[in-house]
């Protein structure tokens, strides 16, 4: 289905399923001013989850088709007056659209192109002060890779959690005016917003290891994986069982100021593949351990388990991503400050391109071209285990 029609069905549906408002808020005559203020029902609550649906359709269709819509009618259209987005919100939507429709070509000239997309949204908690309505929700998206052939890998998928912010009117209409991103890092391949840095939580100083950066040039010299110490297959099967599904034996740091999950996924992967504790003090780079109730700072920290990773030698330094293996660690630095920012582990390698899964956002087997177009003024880190 094209996203226009998409968009009419949803919208449609949701304008069913609450009349003008009347129905969302009883007792108030369309057009009368409200006193109280609106109370926010199960119906008004599932019609912001179709307006979500409907936005993050939008963005991840136009990664596939590049179709900015019927741009002679207002985003809005479809809807009773009931819930919709604000013209801000709707230019900045416009905008959104037309730069994904640039991604999407950059991805198809590293190679990365999709067929399909499915996304839904689910709604997990609606805070309400006075006229204004905050709406936590949860994007999971299918992207289907065209023409994959043989081992290459058919989808990939992510998770994306947001917070929208609803707007009520004196007659008790209610208008998306924000949308932003709340997981930390900000990854998702149809996220647009500036990934947020991590910072070393231990002041870098000359004695730290400093890893080379690695090149992103395609085809690079071939790097072949020889070692048996650890069993990679065992850290690939980890990361894809739990890349949405958090494992509880393990503290979730994708909250609120929690800094990101990122690296204490991976460190859970590697572990499963055979990394030793090494115990000791929590601040000590040299030391590394997690589990339920404690984590050194090299376990949960992207700066300090390259510093561990290197320190230890269980890790080499590869000189390009795609010499990347099944088992292996990619790190990025946003900013290219010297601090990295972000931890993925490769899950999953075809036709010499690694594909990567990770935390924050919750991703499954994306390809290194894809990251390389995504952001191509990073700073890449690779790691052989």
């Not at 890998?153 to 924000?178: I, N, V």
């Not at 690079?220 to 850290?235: E, H, L, N, R, V």
């Not at 055979?274 to 339920?292: E, L, M, Q, R, S």
């Not at 601090?339 to 924050?360: A, E, F, Q, R």
Request: charged share 20%.
């Amino acid at each position: 289905m094209s996203r226009t029609r998409r968009r009419a069905a949803i919208l449609g549906a949701a304008a069913t399923s609450v009349v003008a408002g009347v129905a969302l808020l009883p007792n108030w005559s369309a057009g009368a001013a409200v006193v109280d203020d609106p109370k926010v029902d199960a119906r008004t609550k599932a019609t912001f989850q179709r307006l979500a649906d409907a936005v993050f359709t939008d963005r991840t269709d136009a990664l596939v088709t590049g179709e900015q819509g019927d741009r002679d009618k207002p985003l809005t259209d479809g809807f009773s007056g009931d819930v919709k987005l604000s013209a801000g919100t709707a230019r900045t939507e416009d905008a959104a659209l037309s730069s994904l429709g640039q991604r999407k070509d950059k991805l198809a000239k590293a190679g990365e192109k999709y067929s399909k997309a499915s996304t839904t949204v689910t709604l997990n908690a609606t805070r309400v002060t006075g006229r204004t309505a905050k709406a936590a929700v949860t994007e999971t998206t299918t992207l289907t890779y065209a023409n994959a052939t043989g081992s290459q890998p058919r989808t990939t998928g992510f998770q994306a959690r947001h917070e929208l912010t609803f707007k009520a009117d004196r007659h008790g209409d209610w208008q998306l005016t924000d949308i932003r991103d709340t997981d930390q890092g900000g990854l998702a391949v149809n996220t647009l917003s500036k990934p947020t840095p991590v910072k070393a939580t231990t002041t870098v100083d000359d004695t730290m290891p400093n890893a080379p950066r690695a090149a992103t040039t395609r085809n690079p010299a071939a790097a072949p994986k020889t070692g048996t110490t650890y069993d990679y297959k065992a850290m690939a099967a980890y990361a894809e069982k739990y890349w949405n599904v958090y494992n509880t034996d393990y503290p979730d740091f994708n909250g609120h100021g929690a800094g990101g999950d990122c690296t204490n996924f991976v460190s859970q992967a590697l572990k499963a593949g055979g990394w030793k504790h090494v115990p000791g003090y929590v601040y000590d780079y040299t030391k590394w351990f997690g589990n339920a109730d404690i984590q050194s700072d090299s376990f949960i920290g992207v700066n300090e388990w390259s510093w561990f990773a290197q320190n230890s030698k269980r890790t080499t330094s590869l000189a390009n991503v795609y010499q990347l293996e099944v088992g292996d660690v990619l790190q990025m630095d946003f900013d290219r400050d010297g601090s990295k920012d972000h931890t993925m582990i490769v899950t999953y390698k075809s036709n010499g391109v690694p594909y990567v899964t990770y935390h924050s956002n919750n991703t499954l087997r994306r390809s290194v071209a894809s990251l390389v177009a995504s952001y191509p003024t990073a700073y890449y880190y690779a790691y052989r285990t």
